[in-house]
């Protein structure tokens, strides 16, 4: 059983950055390959960012790439998304996933992918 607390949203305007955290219980967290998500309000939860089990491998949405970065510390259980250049559409709950799969880009981009969420996170940008 993981458990995951996500922290950092916040009210930015555009063109700004924020800093996601999300932080893991138990000893297995360098077992999970560890997934960004977000929903926007009327919206299906759509993919942000994965990382692998290492750290050494990353895949983001295209919208993303190149302004958000993910990251994992598993000496910490905790897992990052950078986000800068934020836009007004990139406003959304975020949430973060841990998943028992081996990475791969065809088998850690989608919510069913992930065996443990955490409650979300609120990223609101202003224009």
């Known amino acids: 059983q993981v458990q995951l607390v996500e922290s950092g949203g916040g009210l930015v305007q555009a063109g700004a950055s924020l800093r996601l955290s999300c932080a893991a219980s138990?000893?297995?967290?360098?077992?999970?390959?560890m997934g960004w998500f977000r929903q926007a309000p009327g919206k299906e939860r759509e993919f942000v960012a994965t990382i692998s089990r290492s750290g050494s491998y990353t895949y983001y949405a295209d919208s993303v790439k190149g302004r958000f970065t993910i990251s994992r510390d598993n000496a910490k259980n905790t897992v990052y998304l950078q986000m800068n250049s934020l836009k007004v559409e990139d406003t959304a709950v975020y949430y973060c996933a841990a998943g028992t799969k081996p990475w791969s880009i065809a088998s850690t981009t989608h919510p069913y992918d992930y065996d443990y969420w955490g409650q979300g996170t609120q990223v609101t940008v202003s224009s």
């Open positions: 138990g000893r297995t967290f360098s077992a999970h390959t």
